[in-house]
């Protein structure tokens, strides 16, 4: 009986002419990422985010989890690329967008609205009403399987753990789908990890210090990231393991806005 070897050649011999190097594994390649705009996120991150996939930025309320989004969104739409932001609690500023560089005229921002009517018996007769969080969604999955955007935020920094946790992961697996298929950056803001295994990269953000000036002026802010999960890195199983702490990094970023003037 022919060893599994001879057989491999044999079968690799006969397709040879059809179809070269077969049963030959596919060589790895690098990912494609795209620059954030901060150059200690980038040296954290390789490069910078990944293209076609999921990025999930966690972390408490200040954590700089929206000023590192536009910073992302300003490289891009920079490029001339067209850019999404989904908000699932109508909390975006504008003004602070276009301050920290965002070119608005390349991004979509899709603002997810209380649909109740005042109207019960309409309610009822037209279907129960969809939370904002199912707006939120719904847009996203449209966005992505319409193709053209370079790069889409989902903003869930201000919905409740408890909701979130209930999204399917068939919904973030047809995203992760959609997203490679299209070339899209997916970053979803959150207080939790909610992709879960769909998300090619996850950064925890955390607030380290606000820098002051006289009066109500705010200079800026220092921030850390942490690079949690990653697929396609050597050392992801080194950081799941607990073997070593994930890498870590610090950034400063200077106010969209003055505290006063706003006031």
């Not at 001879?6 to 011999?13: G, S």
């Not at 954030?36 to 390789?46: N, Q, S, V």
């Not at 979509?108 to 969604?137: E, F, I, K, M, Y």
């Not at 950056?185 to 769909?198: C, E, H």
Request: with cysteine.
């Amino acid at each position: 009986m022919p060893s599994a070897a001879a057989l491999r050649l044999q079968i690799e011999q006969g397709l040879e002419a059809r179809f070269p190097s077969a049963l030959t594994p596919a060589p790895r390649t690098i990912r494609e990422v795209a620059s954030t705009g901060i150059d200690a996120a980038d040296e954290l991150l390789e490069g910078g985010l990944p293209v076609g996939a999921i990025t999930e930025l966690i972390g408490p309320a200040s954590s700089g989890r929206t000023t590192f989004a536009l910073s992302f969104l300003a490289q891009r739409t920079a490029e001339a690329r067209i850019c999404a932001w989904v908000d699932a609690q109508d909390a975006l500023d504008p003004e602070s967008a276009a301050a920290n560089g965002v070119h608005l005229k390349q991004l979509l921002w899709v603002r997810c609205r209380d649909t109740g009517t005042a109207n019960p018996s309409r309610d009822r007769l037209q279907g129960r009403p969809w939370t904002r969080l199912d707006q939120a969604l719904r847009a996203t999955d449209l966005l992505l399987q319409a193709g053209g955007f370079a790069a889409i935020v989902l903003d869930l920094a201000d919905t409740a753990p408890e909701h979130a946790n209930r999204i399917p992961l068939a919904t973030w697996f047809r995203f992760r789908q959609a997203a490679d298929r299209t070339r899209c950056s997916l970053l979803v803001l959150g207080q939790a990890a909610y992709a879960q295994s769909s998300a090619a990269l996850a950064i925890e953000c955390a607030p380290l210090a606000a820098e002051a000036a006289a009066g109500k002026v705010l200079r800026g802010f220092t921030y850390q990231l942490q690079r949690g999960r990653q697929r396609f890195h050597p050392g992801v199983q080194g950081i799941r393991s607990g073997m070593r702490k994930p890498p870590a990094s610090t950034w400063s970023a200077g106010t969209a806005w003055d505290a006063e003037e706003r006031a």
